[in-house]
């Protein structure tokens, strides 16, 4: 244990280390104030359940166990230990141990803590309900369910992740092939939770409209929406699952920037389309022709958006620091601000154009001519495109 | 084979000779790099002749593998340039890395793609016909013995087999000039003979090799030139076979300007 405990002290240390670079670099304010506001909120939640009427005390009794049982469902999905757990296996280190290393390494986080704290005040503010004891209790339990749930979701999905048939078979070869650059990089992307997390958003919603059709081509904005936010960090980070060797290769290669840019986006919008496919099936299944090709010129408007934005931001450092990993249990970690800029940049365009509320012949022509005006700024924008570190020009 | 031709400038036009000189395969001019204010290679001025075999040598840390990725275009130098086949890198870097193979010191190998992918990236980046890059392919795979683990991740490969991949990519476009970091580190002593081998063949055929290397032993027999480093500073340089008819070793001068420190008091080891 005591070797663990040194062990657990690097970790604190590498994370603090972390932690005091962020706030020199002046990145750390805008966490404070994001963290502030959603304290505040909180308080707020924990003031209705306490005093508000029973109704309202309800509703917000339930939202708040409702998202903090969503914060702990995917807390052990979005920490990574500082030390991997990959490595500990060059030293002496029992399976046991490298397992203890791994709750620890969660539970040392300043999330954890959070999240524990926030917990504890919720089931306390829930005996101000009706029957407080039962409603206490149920809370605690729902909470520490979706805490168990996230746990023994990320130990299936690394033990899924390490077989042998998802690490060869879920890719197709490279080699006496054409297009060797774009199929590398699908294989590559296609690894990272992101995108299967995507695909099963998607399903979900093609399972929805196939019992009750609810998706007009507006309304179906949305869903796409939300699956270029999920595949958002691929986009905001490109080179976010190759390593200083790997971006080497690529530096070695006699193909300019953009050309290797051009390459990542190709597979990352296949990737797109992949996963939009089950949800636009189920809308041509269920629409008529012209709203099915409605929704897919809105899916073709947000994937211009998607791309551009990921083009416009790429070059922030929040941006580089994304980090994803391919054949581990994480899914990429974004920070909240880069996050809100990057949905909001997405959104812009393909909501202005659900909200004019176009009719006729604009149905078609609004979210066409958007695409047209969003599809030549991006051209424009990738033949800019240089490395972004001190480099040697192409 | 780029000649510069100087144009002997004198009074009877008639008999004026163009001189046809044969340009230098490499030229490093000044070049210097700092990190964190220190600096690790300063003011490197060298000149490489088409067909040579040049040995960069020097202890650990002495600015070596910064200069490889400086030659490569994989480091941009604060000062000076390096010319390949009279390009600058630091304005023509994609004509320059179309005429060079490297290797640089960290492989830089693609952990989910197998050995056969890698050579089809190089295939695609250095536009190699279908035909021709079969057959240097086959005969690469065959030479460095990795024709049946071609189908092997690099991730599943030990480091000698990931060595041989980077050497494989960096022979694959039959380049102009090679640019090797530790060519030889992990690799087999067979290997070893085998790769000097092609070395010595494709340096015969005019291409220019520049390598770094602690295996002296192995590397003696192979170089035409060699330079020694220290503290990012050029502290020798000469010819092998210069060192041969003084009847001196590579080992024995690289000792000779680095002297080997002691380990004394370490008696508790073992």
Redesign the interface.
């Known amino acids: 244990m005591a070797r663990l405990r040194a062990l657990l002290r690097l970790a604190r240390l590498s994370d603090r280390r972390a932690w005091v670079v962020k706030r020199s670099r002046g990145e750390m304010e805008v966490e404070i104030l994001a963290a502030a506001a959603a304290v505040y909120f909180f308080a707020r939640q924990l003031k209705t359940i306490a005093v508000a009427p029973q109704p309202a005390r309800l509703l917000a009794a339930q939202w708040t166990v409702t998202i903090l049982a969503a914060a702990w469902a995917l807390l052990p999905l979005t920490v990574n230990p500082s030390i991997p757990t990959r490595r500990l296996l060059i030293y002496p280190f029992t399976k046991l141990e490298r397992r203890v290393y791994w709750m620890a390494s969660i539970l040392q986080r300043r999330r954890f803590a959070a999240f524990f704290v926030a917990s504890l005040l919720t089931v306390f503010a829930c005996l101000r309900l009706p029957h407080p004891l039962l409603a206490a209790l149920r809370a605690a339990v729902e909470l520490s369910l979706a805490a168990g749930a996230g746990l023994l979701l990320a130990a299936l999905l690394s033990n899924f992740q390490n077989r042998e048939f998802f ?2 078979k879920a ?1 197709p ?5 054409r ?3 774009w199929r ?1 990089e699908l ?2 992307y296609g ?1 990272t939770l992101d995108f299967y997390i995507a695909l099963i958003v998607s399903i979900a919603a093609a399972l929805s409209e196939c019992f009750g059709r609810w998706l007009t081509p507006g309304k179906a904005t949305v869903p796409f929406l939300l699956l270029a936010l999920l595949q958002m960090p691929a986009m905001l980070n490109p080179f976010g699952l ?1 390593g ?3 971006i ?2 690529y ?6 920037y953009r050309e290797l840019l051009e390459q990542k986006h190709l597979a990352l919008t296949t990737l797109f389309v992949a996963s939009a496919l089950p949800l636009i099936a189920a809308i041509a299944w269920k629409s008529s022709f012209a709203d099915s090709c409605s929704a897919a010129l809105r899916l073709a408007l947000v994937m211009a958006s998607w791309l551009l934005t990921g083009l416009l931001l790429m070059h922030t450092q929040a941006a580089r620091e994304i980090r994803m990993a ?2 581990s249990i994480s899914g990429s970690d974004m920070s909240l601000l880069l996050a809100l800029i990057s949905a909001a940049l997405l959104s812009a365009v393909p909501l202005a154009v659900v909200l004019a509320q176009p009719a006729g012949a604009w149905r078609l022509l609004a979210p066409l001519g958007a695409l047209c005006v969003l599809a030549a700024i991006y051209l424009l924008a990738l033949r800019r495109q240089q490395w972004p570190t ?5 | 084979m780029r000649y510069t031709r100087h144009a002997q400038s004198g009074h009877a036009p008639l008999c004026a000779i163009l001189l046809v000189m044969p340009q230098p395969a490499i030229q490093l001019r000044n070049l210097t790099k700092s990190y964190a204010g220190r600096s690790v290679v300063r003011d490197l001025t060298l000149e490489i002749s088409q067909g040579t075999i040049f040995g960069f040598l020097g202890p650990n840390g002495a600015g070596k593998s910064t200069t490889v990725r400086m030659m490569a275009g994989l480091t941009q130098p604060d000062n000076g340039d390096a010319l390949i086949l009279g390009r600058s890198i630091t304005t023509e870097a994609l004509a320059v890395k179309r005429t060079i193979g490297a290797v640089p010191d960290e492989l830089a190998l693609f952990e989910y793609l197998t050995i056969g992918e890698h050579l089809g990236l190089i295939q695609a980046t250095f536009v190699i016909d279908e035909e021709t890059f079969r057959r240097r392919a086959a005969q690469l795979l065959e030479l460095f013995g990795l024709s049946a683990d071609s189908e092997k991740l690099v991730r599943d490969c030990s480091y000698g087999m990931r060595k041989k991949t980077s050497l494989a990519m960096a022979l694959l476009p039959n380049p102009q000039v090679l640019i090797l970091d530790e060519p030889f580190e992990g690799l087999d002593p067979v290997m070893i003979l085998t790769l000097k081998q092609a070395m010595k063949s494709a340096a015969q055929r005019g291409t220019t090799i520049f390598l770094t290397t602690h295996l002296l032993r192995s590397a003696c027999d192979l170089l035409d030139r060699y330079a020694m480093i220290r503290d990012g500073r050029l502290v020798a340089q000469g010819r092998s076979d210069e060192l041969s008819r003084a009847g001196v070793t590579l080992e024995e001068a690289y000792f000779k300007q680095f002297c080997a420190p002691q380990s004394e008091g370490m008696e508790w080891l073992g």
Do not use: E, I, N
């Not at chain 1, 530096?251 to 300019?256: N, S, Y």
């Not at chain 1, 001190?390 to 192409?394: T, V």
């Open positions: 690490r060869r890719a070869p490279a080699t006496g092939q297009f060797p650059l590398k294989r590559y690894r190759d200083a060797r790997q080497d290769r530096r070695l290669f006699p193909v300019r391919m054949g001190p480099s040697l020009s192409d």
